[in-house]
DNA sequence: CACGGAACGGTCAACCCTGACTGCCAGCGG
DNA sequence: CCGCTGGCAGTCAGGGTTGACCGTTCCGTG
């Protein structure tokens, strides 16, 4: 059969519309995520929309909490993936190095940007972001411990190249909201390849 | 007198509304920089407004040429600003980091990132910034090896720690769209400091 | 089995923004 | 001295967005 109960038609419900507010959020922006864009790209009825969330405001900070799981698990899928074996050291950190600054153009890190840029000047949406924020970073950062493995985690260095290595990435990935070449070819990898091999040799 | 030459109100005219335009962008967003807060702003007409600027676009693209100019000014002045001697070297090293941090406070900063962060999703824009960007950066560049003084620009790791100093910075200063702690007692700052020391003692 | 309420579908008024448009005034060239 | 054009004032229609507000269909419980 195909009937559902209740609880779990409005689950897909919500899951729906935060999907599509997820994916209206990257592609046109926080100002082009309005409620009929929503409305329109996960395909529900006006009334469906307002009844979960009532506001704009509530749809667009539960995008955010729901935003977070997405970039867990995603973030957890890229641990797996690069958890297939690499014996040499080096080698292991060079390819950590791209691993991670692929994440940067990932849909959850532009949506975040989005966010955290709104946030700047809608107290709301700042008091909700904060507290999500800080739970995800601690998250992101285990993800990362995961990623660079238990050998360069226990290296003295790690916290401080770690830390370097995110917001470097993090600062030179917002140029390439407006350049369109390859991150892929970014100059920078091998800046911070060279500079993480050097300060993690043991 | 008070008469003024036609091109010369014409000029006022511009400047007023380019000024009112940068400080919307930083108070009120991308979004929130509307035509009708513009115009408010800088006390104008709405003909006066679209005399000059035809459409909210074209306003916007002055307005990011406007802020590059202010942007180096503003880093101009910072660079006099420290060229008060300082003998020690480590020491300068450590003023140094504070005061480029220091920037990435001031008005332009999140201006502009507001235009990247629009130029995402807004071709027009984007095709706009780009080659501006391009620009600024080597004139920020130039502004930077003022503020370092010859001694450390000459450094043979001076361009990659700047690099990567710069990047960093960015990355870190997005959290402040949301973080309300004041950006002077962040903790990177310490590590920026130790970094820089570290990797360019002679 | 009835019935209260959750989960919708669809409409509407109020609001805001943009750019076009008309009209006016004052420098400035002839 | 005169007409003309740049610079500007104020209004307006058109389009888009928001959230309130109806009505309707069933699920789930007493």
Redo the contacts between chains.
């Keep these: 059969m195909e009937t559902r109960s209740r609880s779990e038609r409005s689950a897909d419900s919500r899951a729906l519309i935060l999907d599509a507010a997820v994916a209206c959020l990257v592609?046109?922006?926080?100002?082009?995520a309005s409620t009929l864009a929503v409305q329109a790209r996960a395909g529900v009825s006006r009334g469906r929309l307002l009844h979960h969330f009532p506001s704009r405001e509530e749809l667009l900070v539960a995008a955010t909490s729901h935003l977070a799981e997405t970039m867990l698990t995603e973030a957890a899928d890229h641990a797996v993936a690069v958890g297939a074996g690499i014996t040499d050291e080096a080698e292991r950190v060079d390819r950590c190095v791209e691993l991670i600054w692929a994440t940067f153009f990932e849909p959850p890190f532009?949506a975040a940007?989005?966010l955290?840029?709104?946030?700047?000047?809608d107290e709301a949406?700042?008091a909700a972001?904060?507290p999500q924020?800080r739970r995800l970073r601690v998250a992101i950062r285990g993800v990362a411990d995961r990623i660079w493995g238990p050998q360069v985690t226990a290296h003295p260095r790690y916290p401080?190249v770690s830390?370097?290595l995110?917001?470097?990435?993090?600062?030179?990935a917002?140029?390439y909201?407006?350049?369109?070449r390859p991150p892929a070819t970014d100059p920078?990898v091998a800046?911070w390849q060279s500079?993480a091999r050097e300060l993690l040799e043991d």
């Design positions: 592609s046109d922006g926080y100002a082009g532009w940007m989005e955290w840029n709104a946030a700047r000047t949406l700042r972001l904060r924020e401080v830390e370097l995110f917001t470097s990435m993090r600062g030179v917002m140029a909201a407006f350049e369109d920078h800046l500079m």
